[in-house]
């Protein structure tokens, strides 16, 4: 079974310049849990999952230090800090995005794109074709695979 066989064809998806609290509600209104950003050029430049939002709500990772030789090494790299800063202070989509998703195409067998949702802790996986967004493929659609006999019982219950 191919990606192109189960994905989600005309995603709903968001711009990187679109207020977080709009994408939030296109998140909850759709019933998803993420969707590809775009930007004003119509380019995949992110994804952006309820995770991403969810973020948000976190505290503030202070950096850890320890003393060695008389001086300080802070254990979180000041980089990591400021990603965690940016995303729960994010007012647009490009502050809480994560930038430049994993992506498989339509013809990429089903046993890759579940090997990259496992391996990478992903939900949503965008499919892209000659450099355009062409779907998505979300758990649930991976999910609905391994139950194909009662899909169809339930296509001919009345």
Same mark, same amino acid.
């Given at each position: 079974?191919?990606?192109?066989?189960i994905m989600t064809r005309n995603p709903v998806t968001v711009t990187d310049s679109m207020e977080i609290i709009?994408?939030?509600?296109?998140?909850l209104d759709n019933r998803i849990n993420g969707m590809p950003v775009m930007n004003d050029t119509g380019k995949l430049v992110g994804i952006l999952c309820q995770s991403d939002i969810i973020a948000q709500q976190k505290k503030l990772p202070v950096p850890s230090l320890f003393s060695f030789l008389d001086g300080y090494i802070s254990l979180p790299s000041m980089k990591n $800090?400021? &990603? /965690?800063?940016?995303?729960?202070?994010?007012?647009t989509v490009a502050d809480a995005m994560t930038?430049?998703?994993?992506?498989?195409?339509?013809?990429?067998?089903?046993?890759?794109?579940?090997?990259?949702?496992?391996?990478?802790?992903?939900?949503?996986?965008?499919?892209?074709?000659?450099?355009?967004?062409?779907?998505? $493929?979300? &758990? /649930?659609?991976?999910?609905?695979?391994?139950?194909?006999?009662?899909?169809?019982?339930a296509k001919e219950a009345p």
């Open positions: 079974m191919l990606a192109k066989e709009k994408a939030a509600k296109k998140l $800090v400021e &990603k /965690e800063v940016r995303k729960i202070a994010a007012i930038p430049n998703p994993i992506t498989v195409s339509p013809d990429s067998g089903i046993e890759t794109v579940a090997a990259l949702m496992v391996d990478h802790n992903l939900h949503t996986l965008p499919v892209v074709e000659d450099g355009q967004l062409v779907g998505v $493929v979300g &758990k /649930e659609d991976i999910l609905r695979t391994l139950m194909p006999a009662e899909r169809s019982l």
